[in-house]
């Protein structure tokens, strides 16, 4: 159990510094990745609370933000929603891993992501403004890869990178020599 509080308190800290108006380009590249290990190799309930805590605690600060336009009750309910999004993509990575060899899997939790983050652009009316991708604004080689993908381009290669470490396996080696690809083109 304190495995688990130490990845929720990793996570969340690592989400804190790379979301809303905080810009640590690397602790985006770091905050998935204690969640996603926790869920590749746990069972029960923490495979659901973890993730969902873990996002939760580290992008509340930007509640009050929302608030001022949103107010506060549907500011919260935004952020909810966003911590169950990515408890909903931690779980999906982890039913990939479960079932799919490494070399299929390490590709689940990038592309149910950036599938969340392309669905919120079209359906919310802040469009863009929650996304990853902006986390890496002062990581221009991680930005680079935008002229090709645009913004969902980064945040797929920000979440292949922490899926591949957190499966830690040879077959993953695939993905992270994208990510190198990525940050050479950059």
Not at 21 to 33: C, D, L, S
Not at 48 to 63: E, K, N, Q, R
Not at 64 to 79: K, N
Request: proline letters at 6%.
């Amino acid at each position: 159990m304190w495995l688990a509080g130490l990845a929720v308190a990793i996570s969340a800290v690592a989400f804190y510094f790379c979301t809303g108006f905080n810009h640590v380009w690397y602790a985006a590249w770091i905050a998935p990745i204690p969640v996603l290990i926790l869920a590749f190799r746990s069972s029960g309930r923490i495979i659901w609370v973890a993730p969902f805590l873990a996002y939760l605690v580290g992008i509340f600060h930007i509640a009050p933000y929302v608030s001022l336009v949103d107010g506060w009750p549907l500011a919260i309910i935004i952020t909810i929603v966003m911590a169950c999004a990515f408890t909903g993509c931690v779980l999906f990575a982890r039913r990939a891993v479960m079932q799919l060899p490494p070399r299929v899997a390490v590709w689940a939790f990038p592309v149910a992501w950036t599938s969340y983050e392309f669905l919120v652009a079209l359906l919310s009316p802040h469009g863009t403004f929650f996304n990853y991708a902006y986390s890496q604004m002062d990581a221009p080689p991680a930005v680079q890869i935008a002229s090709i993908t645009g913004i969902w381009g980064i945040s797929f290669t920000v979440m292949l990178w922490s899926s591949a470490w957190a499966m830690w396996r040879k077959s993953t080696s695939p993905a992270l020599f994208v990510v190198l690809l990525v940050m050479g083109f950059g």
